[in-house]
């Protein structure tokens, strides 16, 4: 059956291994010969695929075709984009499927070139959110949660102090 992924992190050429996460696996490890078309995958990329889960524990990709590069002629903020890929290689479990952060992570892809930097910082919260690393703070959760489009100065400094404190708790799971 052919899926939507999220290219995490391509090693190539130092490594022939592709971290993807897959709408149905969740974060998974892939492994190719340095000519198969994956070695050409860009970080961020969307990418349709055909994976199977082979007897032992490992994947195997039939087919691959980008159809979203978030790097696309310098329209869309590079740091932010690298700070949702390092929050899901570095937070989510292997072989774990969170539905809400891929879904999310489309989300943001469809939105990436409106966003300003509430919007950003909201969506990293709500990533974060997904993946168990959040203030037990009921006014963040609500601003997080409900308040999408409320923006004031004294938000932004409540988003901020909140993102300092889930990138200091991550869990690494890389």
């Known amino acids: 059956m052919i899926a939507h992924a999220i290219v995490l ?30 070695a050409r995958l860009c970080n961020g990329a969307l990418i349709y695929c055909q994976i199977t889960k082979k007897q032992n524990g490992r994947y195997e990709c039939d ?14 903020d590079l740091y932010f984009v690298h700070d ?18 891929f879904d999310l992570i489309i989300e943001m892809y469809q939105n990436l070139a409106d966003l300003d930097a509430c919007h950003k910082k909201i969506y990293l ?19 997080v949660m409900q308040d999408f489009k409320l923006h004031d100065h004294n938000v932004d400094q409540v988003l901020q102090k909140a993102l300092q404190y889930c990138w200091n708790s991550q869990v690494n799971y890389s």
Do not use: R
Request: glycine share 2%; net charge neutral.
């Open 84 to 101: 949702v890929l390092k929050i899901c290689l570095q937070c989510m479990p292997d072989q774990n499927k969170v539905t809400e952060v």
């Open 125 to 143: 919260l709500k990533l974060f959110l997904f993946l168990d690393i959040f203030p037990e703070d009921k006014k963040i959760y609500q601003l």
């Open 63 to 76: 087919f691959i075709d980008t159809y979203f590069i978030p790097f696309h002629d310098g329209l869309y």
């Open 9 to 38: 992190k391509n090693y190539f050429p130092h490594k022939n291994k592709v971290i993807i996460l897959h709408e149905q696996w969740g974060k998974i490890s892939l492994f190719f010969d340095e000519k198969h078309q994956a």
